[in-house]
């Protein structure tokens, strides 16, 4: 595991070592975890306390790569059609990424998207849910030398790490009511399918 973290013990940071290799070896936090209490950035750079902003109110919770993703850029402009229903439902959208705060805003903007995008860059959230990974040397360097902007892993800078996309929808008591995660990053939830799953988690 990338993270200890329960309701008896406060997350601690993961070891440069204990990070997964690659996107197969990444297992998420299962349906009946409470939401890890970590802090991540908003846009404007601001702390964003995961379990004080759901406290009370049932959440999506998005785990993309980054801005850069060709196919997070798709997902993203989906869960924009998908968010007038969800709102119905009671649910709020949050997205985590590996991008920087202040590149949040040019997502944001390209799509027209009304919730709430979210910096990880310290993989403090990534880690906590269980879906970080080392990306393997080969891989690093092929992004690396498209320009892709990756993090580094803390107390790591020689290597960089990615996010397994993932999405884990959160009852108002905190409790994890459905995961669905795929190694694959070319394989994304299907509107239907994300819709049918939070509309159960809210019965």
């Known amino acids: 595991m990338t993270m200890v973290c329960s309701e008896l013990f406060a997350c601690s940071a993961v070891a440069a070592d204990q990070l997964p290799v690659g996107a197969d070896h990444v297992t998420p936090l299962s349906v009946g975890t409470r939401l ?3 802090t991540v950035k908003t846009a404007e750079d601001q702390d964003f306390n995961l379990v004080a902003q759901t406290s009370g109110k049932p959440t999506v919770i998005i785990f993309y790569r980054g801005g850069w993703c060709p196919y997070c850029n798709l997902h993203l402009a989906q869960l924009q059609e998908a968010e007038p229903k969800l709102l119905a439902l009671g649910y709020q959208i949050l997205a985590i990424s590996t ?3 202040e590149g949040l805003h040019v997502t944001t903007d390209k799509h027209h998207l009304t919730y709430t995008l979210l910096s990880d860059r310290d993989m ?3 880690s906590a849910f269980h879906v970080a990974f080392k990306l393997p040397e080969a891989e690093r360097e092929k992004y690396l030398d498209h320009g892709i902007d990756l993090p580094s892993i803390p107390n790591d800078p020689s290597n960089r790490w990615l996010i397994v996309p993932s999405v884990f929808i959160v009852n108002k008591e905190g409790e994890i009511k459905f995961v669905h995660s795929n190694p694959d990053f ?5 509107l239907p ?3 049918a799953a ?4 809210s019965r």
């Open 198 to 201: 939070a509309e159960a988690a």
């Open 186 to 190: 070319k394989k994304r939830i299907s």
């Open 36 to 38: 890890p209490d970590v």
């Open 124 to 126: 403090v959230a990534a």
């Open 193 to 195: 399918d994300l819709l």
């Open 99 to 101: 991008d920087r705060p």
